[in-house]
């Protein structure tokens, strides 16, 4: 068991490097809240309306088991008088079949309704076990035309009109790398919304500029294994280069590609009988060692360089309550080299 | 920043620090580049909406790690498809797994055919392993976080070991029918 978790810990961490470019992210998440706040004005301005309608639309055709709490699924007849009490407890709710029940949280997650949603209904009504059962009796009562005792989360119900978009994209066999594409042609910094804008115009029955899967997949995503070879490393290794020579190896060849991928290319060039653009540096850095690029890599090293490990890093994240192991390293770290000592010994 | 746990902190303050940890999370939880960007751009874009209130909680870092959480177990399955047969392509590049002496490059290669193993997991079972393996939580707060009994955790990470393992095994059974 010990060994399957140093090898899970050691894949987990080996592939941390493929964690996308932060300033990316952040460009994108503002663009997006802006768009969910404009949503939740919109949706608070018309007052639920247009869920409303949708919902009444669904009970329309709505099956008898919608109104039955009492295990009779059989029924076709539909009965919408006299709710019962919207915050009562519900009393054992007859189990749905799978079809109803992914009925019902259809409905439920396109009410904009959520996990969170969920946990506060269950308690409301005096429900315990999984937040699906409570999910699937929300969107049966909502398929039923009641309406639920607490509003659904403004960001979700943005987020469920966006699903049905892009839905619509993928279905038509679309791709991501379609999204990337599109996103170019339309000078969108974000291939999500791309998805939901091509998604809205396929379902208007507008045709797209780009035919489904017309978009090459880049030749440096990463897939390290069908480059990387143990002997190719083994001599990477041997020669007395470590990661932080990769890193270094990969801005002077100016590669994209993971860590792995540029040992095994350093490998391939030594055993070639090339020579590598600069002799190895210390595999780990510590303060005497190799520079450090940053301050964040000075406060790991010199976390290390103190003898402390990542189980220690755990110890001390569950004592600060940073769940980021990393991050727990970095602040340690920066303790360390301003003279402080930490909570445990090494 | 440092070793607070960013109560009282703005958005922007938050992602300044946090945002490369939640990538890194993501990224290890999804298995996928493009798709961690989405799970993390989406959580956050939500996040900012309503920090005012997760700015309150015990933990705004912790709250926001389980909205990723959440996030990639409840993604469109439209990407769910799409993943398998891309991981399905992907089995195809995966060797012999039987490595007795694990020196450095093979840990290396090892850990690659592993990650690829990974991908084929359903999502809750590989959810659990990144938390009891990677986040380092015990059972009790995994089962806390995905809101089900410490017992249906203990079950999903058997489950996902032994698929792993049955993963490998099959992966050697095709490996050894081939030299022969």
């Not at chain 1, 949603?117 to 076990?129: C, F, K, P, S, V």
């Not at chain 1, 379902?203 to 035919?211: R, W």
């Not at chain 1, 997949?217 to 490393?233: G, H, K, M, R």
Request: with cysteine; net charge neutral; proline share 6%.
């Amino acid at each position: 068991m010990n060994q399957d978790a140093d090898q899970l810990r050691e894949a987990f961490v080996a592939h941390e490097y493929l964690a996308p470019d932060a300033a990316e992210v952040i460009a994108v998440v503002h663009e997006r809240a802006r768009r969910y706040r404009r949503r939740r004005r919109a949706v608070q301005g018309a007052g639920g309306a247009v869920l409303g309608a949708g919902l009444v639309a669904g009970t329309v055709a709505a099956p008898g088991w919608l109104n039955d709490t009492s295990g009779r699924h059989g029924g076709s007849t539909i009965s919408l008088a006299a709710p019962p009490p919207l915050s009562s407890p519900v009393a054992s709710p007859s189990p749905l079949t799978a079809a109803q029940q992914e009925q019902a949280l259809n409905a439920y997650f396109a009410a904009g309704y959520d996990y969170n949603n969920a946990l506060a209904l269950a308690q409301l009504w005096h429900m315990t076990g999984d937040p699906t059962t409570v999910k699937a009796e929300a969107g049966r009562r909502l398929l039923a035309g009641q309406k639920l005792p607490i509003a659904a989360s403004p960001a979700a119900v943005a987020s469920a009109a966006d699903t049905a978009d892009i839905n619509a994209f993928f279905a038509a066999g679309y791709t991501y790398q379609d999204a990337v594409g599109l996103a170019q042609l339309w000078k969108i910094s974000d291939p999500y919304q791309a998805k939901i804008d091509a998604g809205a115009k396929l379902l208007a029955g507008v045709t797209l500029p780009i035919a489904p899967g017309s978009q090459p997949t880049p030749a440096s995503s990463p897939t390290p294994t069908e480059s990387v070879s143990a002997t190719d490393l083994d001599a990477y290794f041997a020669a007395g280069y470590g990661y932080d020579d990769a890193l270094r190896l990969a801005q002077l060849w100016h590669l994209k590609s993971d860590p792995a991928s540029v040992k095994a290319e350093a490998g391939r060039r030594l055993l070639a009988g090339q020579r590598l653009p600069f002799a190895p540096t210390a595999p780990t850095p510590t303060p005497t060692g190799s520079a450090p690029v940053n301050g964040t890599d000075a406060a790991v090293a010199a976390y290390f360089a103190a003898g402390y490990t990542y189980d220690d890093a755990v110890t001390l994240g569950k004592m600060w309550n940073i769940a980021d192991t990393y991050q727990v390293k970095t602040d340690a770290g920066q303790k360390l080299l301003a003279g402080q000592t930490l909570p445990i010994k090494p | 920043m440092g070793l607070d746990v960013c109560i009282g902190v703005t958005f922007e303050q938050f992602i300044s620090t946090r945002l490369p940890g939640l990538l890194r999370q993501a990224v290890v939880l999804t298995g996928d580049r493009e798709l961690a960007q989405d799970v993390v751009q989406e959580v956050l874009a939500r996040a900012q909406v309503k920090w005012r209130q997760i700015a309150k909680a015990d933990s705004p870092d912790a709250y926001v790690r389980r909205m990723v959480v959440n996030e990639y177990l409840s993604w469109r399955r439209s990407w769910a498809v799409r993943n398998v047969r891309a991981v399905g392509e992907r089995l195809d590049a995966i060797g012999d797994a039987r490595a007795s002496e694990r020196d450095h490059a093979q840990r290396v290669v090892d850990s690659d055919e592993l990650w690829t193993r990974l991908a084929t997991l359903p999502r809750k079972q590989r959810a659990v392993l990144v938390l009891r393996y990677y986040e380092q939580l015990d059972d009790v707060a995994i089962a806390d976080l995905l809101d089900c009994a410490p017992a249906t955790v203990r079950s999903n990470a058997s489950k996902a070991l032994k698929n792993l393992r049955l993963t490998s095994e099959q992966q050697t059974r095709v490996h050894e029918k081939e030299l022969t």
